[in-house]
T-cell receptor, first 111, second 123 residues
């Protein structure tokens, strides 16, 4: 069974204080690893897809990296508008496109 | 263009009542997914359609849950005889990609785009 574990569950950062979120995964054959952002009362918003170990993708203050066992989402010099829950999900290579999500990293950036 | 839309946004039902939740995917998206998200948890897979075909319904928690997508576009998730444990946010997502099978990866158009969800409260 696919397992996705995100840590820390909750994180409070001062504005400008860079940090990293971790997503550890166990899956039999990874097709892709996805990062989403979710604001309260809204659906998840797509951020990145990573397909192979060593791959990196960036968007504004966010950078996602992937190894064979985990992914990191680095937040550089965060701003209050980066406050959200960040969800990690894996998709298997077995022909079904379903996503298996972790519980999320709840990030609060204090001005 | 327009994103995924869901209606109603909020639904309050009395225990035992039937409910129907609607999803309008992004136009042209082949794949459609339903997920259930409990408070403080990540979304959990319920079911998956490719066009009008329901290819995977292994995540549906009981036979009270039923989903359809008769014309390969709009989808409805129906819950019969609702119970308190059905209270959750129900998310719909659509994707341009179709299931590529085991022949290899399709690295493009694989992203799932989510609607705002329907918050169901069963009293």
């Amino acid at each position: 069974e696919d397992q996705v574990t995100q840590s820390p569950e909750a994180l409070r950062l001062q504005e400008g204080e860079s940090s990293s979120l971790n997503c550890s995964y166990t899956v039999s054959g990874l097709r892709g690893l996805f990062w989403y952002r979710q604001d309260p009362g809204k659906g998840p918003e797509f951020l990145f897809t990573l397909y192979s170990a060593g791959e990196e993708k960036e968007k504004e203050r966010l950078k996602a990296t992937l190894t064979k066992k985990e992914s990191f989402l680095h937040i550089t010099a965060p701003k209050p508008e980066d406050s959200a829950t960040y969800l990690c999900a894996v998709q298997r290579e077995d022909g079904n496109n379903r996503l298996a999500f972790g519980k999320g990293n709840q990030v609060v950036v204090i001005p | 263009g327009a994103g995924v839309s869901q209606s109603p946004r909020y639904k309050v039902a009395k225990r035992g009542q039937d409910v129907a939740l609607r999803c309008d995917p992004i136009s042209g998206h082949v794949s459609l997914f339903w997920y259930q998200q409990a408070l403080g948890q990540g979304p959990e897979f319920l079911t998956y359609f490719q066009n009008e075909a329901q290819l995977d319904k292994s995540g549906l928690p009981s036979d009270r849950f039923f989903a359809e997508r008769p014309e390969g576009s709009v989808s409805t998730l129906k819950i019969q005889r609702t119970q308190q444990e059905d209270s959750a946010v129900y998310l719909c997502a659509s994707s341009l990609a179709r299931d590529t099978g085991t022949s290899g990866r399709s690295p493009y158009n694989n992203e799932q785009f989510f609607g705002p969800g329907t918050r169901l409260t069963v009293l």
